[in-house]
């Protein structure tokens, strides 16, 4: 490997030389899983995202074609870009999904209500909910920037104020009604918003919050049903308004959850100094 004794001249480079001497990779032990293997792998991935390749390896040993002849490195690296359906796994935070949504009683519901509402005029379908506002829940950037390696470090307040609520009812035109009220709400708040609403008007329309021929949909909290909701119901009924209750553990279904999104970003970014000082003001700004 040495130059000429008698010149000095060194006839190559000694990165080529450093080339030369770095250990040879391994094979790619992924390739080691057959085909039946790899369906299983994405089998057990697609029935349950969470299960670890600690727990696929064991299965593997189990009953694979490959028995205990790999790595979970290779389990990984076969997840990431070798399973059948041609996906490539990434790892990333679970969605959870209630399994008492799938009961036979509440698919049927929702079945019905899809179709229901999907009949209507859109323009006379309003969402209704409520949310709480309170630091640090809002008003908390979780995103900065520092250099690779290190921490994004801040010191922010832990301790909690008092919540306040934002009841809000939204429709096609965007807001049509909101109010701020401190701590949780009750039935004597839920009565007290819609008594607001109904006298009055949307700013951007110009027309009440409330028609003849609107439907009211909530979720099924505890403080909408039961006395407070059957005399919500008649109250509305005589303004010639439905009330209607979403399906059960079924958010997705009142799109007014995208416009609370919306606001808590607005709280954390544009009104972060603000809500710090005046939860409500910041709320109504945002809102």
């Not at 000095?8 to 899983?33: C, N, Q, W």
């Not at 293997?37 to 064991?58: A, C």
């Not at 189990?62 to 990434?90: R, W």
């Not at 918003?193 to 951007?204: P, R, S």
């Amino acid at each position: 490997m040495g130059g000429d004794r008698a010149t000095g001249i060194f006839p190559s480079s000694y990165s080529h030389v450093a080339e030369d001497l770095k250990p040879k990779t391994r094979g790619d032990y992924s390739s080691k899983l057959s085909d039946d293997d790899l369906e299983l792998i994405e089998t057990l991935k697609v029935e349950k995202g969470s299960t670890s390749l600690k727990e696929i390896y064991q299965l593997l040993e189990q009953v694979g074609d490959v028995g205990g002849d790999i790595s979970i490195s290779a389990i990984s690296k076969a997840i990431k870009s070798k399973l059948p359906s041609g996906k490539k796994y990434t790892r990333k935070k679970i969605t959870q999904i209630a399994a008492e949504r799938f009961t036979f009683e509440n698919m049927l519901y929702t079945q019905l209500f899809t179709d229901y509402l999907s009949s209507k005029d859109v323009q006379k379908i309003k969402f209704f909910d409520e949310a709480g506002i309170k630091i640090p829940n809002v008003g908390t950037r979780l995103y900065g920037n520092s250099p690779i390696g290190e921490r994004c470090v801040e010191v922010v307040r832990k301790k909690e104020n008092p919540n306040t609520t934002l009841n809000m009812l939204v429709s096609l035109n965007g807001v049509e009604y909101f109010n701020l009220i401190d701590g949780a709400t009750n039935t004597a708040e839920f009565f007290n918003f819609f008594d607001e609403a109904a006298n009055a008007t949307d700013l951007t329309t110009l027309r009440p919050v409330l028609e003849i021929g609107d439907i009211i949909v909530m979720d099924n909290l505890i403080v909408h049903h039961y006395d407070g909701g059957e005399i919500l119901e008649d109250f509305l009924a005589d303004a010639g308004i439905e009330l209607l209750y979403t399906p059960v553990y079924s958010p997705d279904l009142n799109p007014i959850e995208m416009c609370f999104n919306k606001v808590k970003m607005s709280l954390n970014h544009e009104y972060n100094d603000l809500v710090h000082n005046n939860v409500k003001l910041a709320g109504s700004y945002a809102v």
